[in-house]
C-alpha cells in the first residue's frame, strides 16, 4: 500500500455516495476549485462565500419526476396543533402525523385543551448505552450531585389532598396516633388506601386541594432537593404521582374484555428469566388474576426496587386501546410512597430520590419514543436531534427545517427511510422493498416523496445514458443473463458472473450495438427510488458531526443495544465549538469529498482523476493564507487536536499521499514540490519527520546530495521530527556528511553508533524468498515464523514469552493510566462512542493532564502497577478503550509482565507514550519474555525483535531499541539463521 493511503482511508471511513456525474462537475470545475455538495445547490451563489440554500426551490427541481406535483408543498410548513412541531403543510403530512399523535400521544386530550405539549428533549449524554447487572441497580460511585441525572417534568402531578383525607379516616377509625402506629396501619393498609386514592382521582378529573385548600391543577413532581410532605400533626409523609406509561409484551385471555378505564394492578416478577425487575400487570376478572403483560423493560429497571425496598405500592387504569391487537396498551398508573420522618437524612432516602429520578427520566424519555417504535427509529431520531441541538450554528434554517421534518413523518415512512438508508443503493426497485414492520410501503413511501427525502426515477425525464450503469446493478443475474441474449451478446459463451455480464451490456451500449439498453432495463426494473441528493448530503454530515469519525454510523447503536460494545465512563465537557463557523464546515466537506475521490480513483487505478485531486489540493492549499493554516495546526480555538477537523489537515493528507503516487511512479521532482510546499506551510504537525525524510531521500535520487544532506541536517534542529525519522535523518547525516562535504563529526555519532546485543539461531527453512515471508520448521516438525521460532528458542532457557510487538504495551499503558486517559478534560470527549479523547494522539494530551500524570507515574515507579491493573481490569474488562485488547492476554499475564519488568522501567515507557503517543505506539520489538524467580526478587523481563535470513531493523526499531536500552531494559536482536540443506 502506498504510504499515507491507510490514513486517507482511516480519516474517511465509510464513503458517501457520491454519483459519477458530481465527481466529474467537481473536477472539472474552475483550476484550483471544487465545488461542494451545498454550493452546488445553489451555483449561482458566489465561491467561497456563505451558501444560503433555498430549500424549496431545490427540492422542486429535484423532485420535478415526483409523481403528483408533490414538491410544491414543501415551500409552505404549519405547526402542528397537537404537539407544535413544524410539518410539510400537505393534507396527507398533517393527517398523517395527527393519526400518529391521535395513538401514541393521545392527541385529543392536547385538542380538547386547546394547548400544545410541550417535548423535551433528552440529551444522548444521560443515555446508560451498556447493561446494567440485572439483579442489582447500578448507581454512579460518585455520590456528588453533578453526577445525577435531572429529573424531568411529569405530565401528571403530585396529589396530596387524596391521601391526606384517606389517612385522617383510617387514624380516627383506629383512634391510634403517633409515628409508629401510623406507619404501620398506613403500610398494611396501603392496597386499600392506594385503591381509594385512584377511585377518587376519576371522580375528581385530576384536580386536588392545595395547601390552602383551594383547588388547582395538579402540581409538579417533587424536585430532588424537595422533601415529600408529612401530614398534619404525625411524622408520617404520603405523597402520590401518577405516570403515564404502556403494557407491552402481553397476551391476551379470552375471557377478558379489556376497555378503557380498566383498572389493573402490578406485581413484581423476581422469577423472571429473562428481566429480574420485571413487573406484571394484572388484571382481575371472576375473582383469578389475569396476566396482561409487563411494564416496560427500562421503567420496571427502577420501579421494581421502590417497590421492593421502598414501600412503594402502584395500581393503574387503562387509559386508551392500540390500533393493533398487540400493540403496546397506554396505562396511567398512580404510585403510592409513605416516609417516615427519619428517613429524610438517610441513605435509603438517598436512593429512593436518585431511582425515582431515573423512573422520571424513564417516562419523559417515552414520550417521544413510545414502546411501538422501534430500536433503529429511536437511534436514528437521536442522532439528527442531538446535532441540530449542539451543532444548530452549522445549519441554515432551511436545512434544520427539512432535518427536524423527520420527526413529524410517519412511523412507517420513518422506518422505511432508515432501512433504505442503510442499503448499498443507489437506487430500488419498488417491487423489492418490503419490511415486516411496515404496515402500508406505499403511503410510506408517498410520505417520504412528499416531504423530500425520496426521489423517484422518471424515465421519461431522466437522461437515463447517465445512470445506466445503476440501472443494471439493480437486474438480478437471471435477468442480466436474458438481457445479454436479447441484445445477441455471446450467445455461445456462457457466462456465470454477474459482473461479467454487466460489463458485456455495458460495452454493447457504448459501441452502439445495443443503443436501446436503457429502455430495455427501465421495462424489467419497473418504478424506482432513491435518497434524494439533499438528505444523502445532511444526513452524511449529521453522522460525522456526531461521532466525530467517519468510521462509526448508526450501527454503532445496536453494538451497544445488544451488549456487544461497551464504552467508557467520561464526561463530556464541550468548552469550544468544533467549527468555527459554517464556512469552516463547508470548506472541510468540500476537502473530504475531494479524499474521497482520490480514494476511489486509486482503487480504480485512474491515474488521470488521481493527478486532478492532487492539483486541486494543492491549489486550494496554497491559496489558503499562511496565518490561516497555522492557526489550524496550533492550540487556538479548543486543542491543536481540533486541527484534524479543517479543511488544509485533509488537503495534507491528500498531499502526502500524491507524494507516494510521484515517488513510485519516480516523478521525483514533482514529489519533492510537494514535499517543500507541506514543510513550508505547515509548521506544527507530527508528519514534518516523514516529509523531512522523504524530501532528502528524493533530492539523493536526483543525485542533490548536498542540498539533501542540508535537508538532514535541518531536520534535526526540528522539535516535530521524531522517533524513527530522527533516527534516520542522523544516519543520513553521517553517511552524506562524510569529508569533504563535512569534517565534524556531530555530537549524536556515538549515541547512533551504539551496539545492539545480537543472538542467532538456526533453524530449517521452508522459504527464505525475498519478498515472502519466512518460513521455518519449529521443534515439533510444523511449520512456523521465526517470531515463533525464537520463542521455542528462548521457552528452552526458561523464559515465557508473547509475540505481541506494540500490542501488549499498547494495553498495559491503557490500564495502568486508565485513570488519566479518561479525566475530565474540557472539549476532549464530545460524544458518548469514544473509545479515547480526542487528544491522545497529539502534543496536548501530556501537557494537559501533566500534574496528573506525573503523580500516577510515581505510584507506578514505587511499585503499584500490579495493584492499578488489576482494579482497572476487574472494573472495567470489556470495555472499548483503544489499544487495549481484553482477548489477547490474561490479566495473570499481565500480572507477571508488570511485576518482571518492574516499575521504573514501565514508568519510563508509559511517560514516554504519554507525551508522544502518535511516534511512539509501533514499532516496538516482536517478543516479551518475562521470568519469575522463587524468590520474587530477581523476576526479569526481555524485549526481543527477530528478524529472518534477508531482513534489517527498520529505522523505527532501531528507534526503540535504543530507547529502551535508555530506560533500562534487557534487550538485544535475535537473527534466525538458515541450516545448510543435507542429502
Not at 396516633?177 to 385512584?198: P, Q, R
Not at 420501579?303 to 387504569?317: A, D, F, R, T
Not at 424515465?459 to 445506466?468: A, D, Q
Not at 522539535?719 to 524513527?724: I, S
Request: aromatic share 8%.
Amino acid at each position: 500500500m502506498l504510504a499515507g493511503r491507510a490514513s486517507l482511508v482511516t480519516l474517511i471511513g465509510k464513503r458517501r455516495r457520491i454519483s459519477a456525474t458530481d465527481q466529474k462537475d467537481s473536477l472539472n470545475s474552475r483550476k484550483g476549485d471544487i465545488v461542494s455538495p451545498s454550493d452546488s445547490l445553489s451555483p449561482s451563489a458566489p465561491q467561497g462565500k456563505e451558501q444560503s440554500l433555498d430549500l424549496a426551490m431545490y427540492l422542486s427541481k429535484s423532485h420535478n419526476a415526483s409523481d403528483n406535483g408533490a414538491s410544491q408543498y414543501l415551500l409552505d410548513w404549519v405547526s402542528c396543533p397537537v404537539c407544535g412541531r413544524n410539518i410539510c403543510g400537505t393534507d396527507f403530512l398533517v393527517n398523517s402525523h395527527l393519526e400518529t399523535r391521535m395513538v401514541i400521544l393521545f392527541a385529543d386530550l392536547c385538542l380538547a385543551n386547546g394547548t400544545k405539549r410541550k417535548m423535551t428533549q433528552r440529551t444522548l449524554l444521560q443515555f446508560n448505552f451498556y447493561s446494567s447487572s440485572k439483579s442489582n441497580i447500578h448507581v454512579d460511585d460518585t455520590s456528588s450531585s453533578k453526577n445525577l441525572v435531572v429529573p424531568l417534568a411529569l405530565d401528571e402531578k403530585v396529589q396530596s389532598s387524596n391521601f391526606t383525607k384517606c389517612a385522617k379516616d383510617l387514624d380516627d377509625q383506629d383512634g391510634r396516633s403517633g409515628m409508629e402506629s401510623n406507619a404501620s396501619f398506613l403500610l398494611s393498609n396501603s392496597k386499600t388506601c392506594l385503591e381509594y386514592s385512584v377511585q377518587s382521582l376519576i371522580e375528581t378529573q385530576s384536580v386536588h386541594c392545595n395547601e390552602t385548600g383551594s383547588l388547582s391543577p395538579l402540581s409538579s413532581l417533587p424536585c430532588p432537593e424537595q422533601q415529600f410532605p408529612l401530614l398534619e400533626g404525625t411524622d408520617v409523609g404520603t405523597s402520590m404521582a401518577t405516570l403515564d406509561t404502556y403494557i407491552v409484551g402481553r397476551r391476551f385471555c379470552d375471557d377478558v374484555d379489556l376497555k378503557e378505564g380498566t383498572c389493573v394492578s402490578f406485581v413484581r416478577d423476581p422469577e423472571n428469566v429473562k428481566d429480574h425487575n420485571a413487573i406484571k400487570v394484572l388484571c382481575s376478572k371472576s375473582g383469578s388474576d389475569h396476566v396482561l403483560g409487563f411494564l416496560p423493560r427500562d421503567l420496571a429497571l427502577y420501579l421494581s426496587p421502590l417497590m421492593k425496598n421502598h414501600h412503594v405500592m402502584i395500581e393503574g387504569l387503562v387509559t386508551s386501546l392500540p390500533d393493533h391487537s398487540l400493540g403496546a396498551v397506554p396505562v396511567r398508573i398512580f404510585c403510592q410512597k409513605i416516609l417516615v420522618a427519619t428517613e429524610r437524612e438517610s441513605d435509603e432516602h438517598q436512593m429512593f430520590q436518585c431511582l425515582w429520578e431515573n423512573v422520571a427520566r424513564v417516562v419523559e424519555s417515552s414520550k417521544d419514543f413510545p414502546p411501538n417504535t422501534k430500536k433503529y427509529q429511536q437511534n436514528f431520531c437521536i442522532l439528527i436531534k442531538e446535532v441540530l441541538k449542539h451543532h444548530s450554528y452549522l445549519f441554515t434554517d432551511d436545512e434544520k427545517l427539512f432535518l427536524g421534518s423527520f420527526e413529524s413523518l410517519s412511523d412507517d415512512s420513518q422506518r422505511l427511510f432508515i432501512r433504505l438508508y442503510r442499503r448499498k443503493g443507489p437506487w430500488f426497485r419498488i417491487s423489492n422493498v418490503y419490511y415486516p414492520e411496515i404496515s402500508d410501503h406505499q403511503l410510506a413511501l408517498k410520505g417520504l416523496l412528499a416531504a423530500g427525502y425520496m426521489n423517484r426515477l422518471e424515465y421519461s425525464n431522466e437522461p437515463l445514458e447517465n445512470i445506466v450503469k445503476e440501472m443494471l446493478d439493480m437486474l438480478t443475474v437471471s435477468e442480466c443473463r436474458e438481457l445479454s441474449s436479447q441484445a445477441c451478446l455471446k450467445r455461445n459463451v456462457r457466462v456465470v458472473r454477474r459482473e461479467e455480464l454487466v460489463k458485456g451490456l455495458l460495452s454493447a451500449y457504448a459501441d452502439g450495438t445495443c443503443s436501446l439498453l436503457p429502455t430495455m432495463v427501465a421495462e424489467r426494473i419497473g418504478a424506482c427510488v432513491r435518497i434524494s441528493a439533499l438528505a444523502e448530503f445532511l444526513l452524511w454530515r449529521v453522522q460525522r458531526l456526531f461521532f466525530l469519525n467517519g468510521k462509526q454510523d448508526l450501527s454503532a447503536f445496536l453494538l451497544v443495544d445488544l451488549g456487544l460494545v461497551r464504552y467508557p465512563t467520561y464526561t463530556c465537557s464541550i468548552s469550544s465549538n468544533l467549527f468555527t463557523s459554517r464556512s469552516d464546515l463547508l470548506a472541510y466537506e468540500e476537502a473530504m469529498d475531494l479524499a474521497q475521490i482520490m480514494d476511489q480513483s486509486l482503487d480504480e487505478n485512474n491515474v488521470e482523476i488521481v493527478m486532478r485531486c492532487i492539483e486541486v489540493s494543492e491549489g486550494r492549499i496554497s491559496n489558503l493564507p499562511k496565518e490561516r493554516i497555522s492557526q489550524s495546526f496550533t492550540q487556538k480555538s479548543g486543542g491543536m487536536f481540533l486541527s484534524q477537523f479543517t479543511a488544509s489537515w485533509v488537503y495534507s493528507k491528500v498531499l502526502t499521499l500524491g507524494v507516494s503516487v510521484f515517488e513510485r511512479d519516480r516523478r521525483y521532482t514533482n514529489a519533492i514540490m510537494l514535499l517543500r510546499k507541506l514543510l513550508n506551510l505547515i509548521a506544527q504537525d507530527g508528519r514534518r519527520g516523514y516529509w523531512t525524510l522523504r524530501l532528502s531521500i528524493d533530492l539523493e535520487h536526483l543525485g542533490h546530495l548536498n542540498e539533501s544532506l542540508l535537508v538532514a541536517e535541518g531536520g534535526l534542529t526540528d522539535p516535530w521530527v521524531r522517533a524513527g525519522s530522527r533516527m534516520a535523518l542522523q544516519r543520513r547525516v553521517l553517511r552524506l556528511g562524510k569529508p569533504p562535504r563535512r569534517w565534524k563529526t556531530p555530537s549524536f555519532a556515538k549515541s547512533i553508533k551504539r551496539k545492539i546485543k545480537e543472538v542467532y539461531i538456526m533453524g530449517r527453512p521452508l522459504n527464505c524468498e525475498i519478498g515472502s515471508k519466512n518460513r521455518f520448521y519449529g521443534d515439533d516438525d510444523e511449520q512456523c515464523g521465526v517470531e515463533e521460532l525464537a520463542l521455542q528458542y528462548y521457552k528452552a532457557e526458561g523464559w515465557e514469552g508473547a509475540h505481541s510487538e506494540s500490542g501488549v504495551w499498547m494495553t498495559i499503558f491503557g490500564l495502568l493510566m486508565w485513570d488519566v486517559i479518561f479525566a475530565d478534560i474540557p472539549d476532549v470527549f464530545r460524544t458518548r462512542f469514544q473509545t479515547a479523547p480526542l487528544d491522545l494522539c497529539t502534543d496536548s494530551f501530556y501537557p494537559a493532564r501533566m500534574a496528573l500524570i506525573e503523580s500516577h507515574l510515581r505510584k507506578v515507579k514505587h511499585g503499584m502497577a500490579k495493584d492499578i491493573l488489576t482494579t482497572t481490569w476487574e472494573s472495567n474488562v470489556g470495555t472499548s478503550c483503544q489499544g487495549v485488547n481484553w482477548e489477547r492476554h490474561t490479566v495473570t499475564d499481565l500480572q507477571d509482565i508488570v511485576t518482571c519488568v518492574g516499575g521504573p522501567c514501565l514508568a519510563s515507557i508509559c511517560r514516554l507514550l504519554a507525551q508522544d503517543y502518535k511516534s511512539w505506539s509501533s514499532g516496538m520489538p516482536d517478543l516479551l519474555l518475562w521470568r519469575l524467580s522463587s524468590d520474587g526478587k530477581s523476576d526479569d523481563a526481555k524485549l526481543v525483535e527477530v528478524k529472518g535470513p534477508k531482513d534489517r531493523l527498520s529505522e523505527q526499531q532501531q528507534a526503540w531499541l535504543l530507547m529502551l536500552m535508555d530506560c533500562g531494559f534487557d534487550s538485544e536482536v535475535c537473527k534466525v539463521r538458515p541450516t545448510p540443506f543435507q542429502d
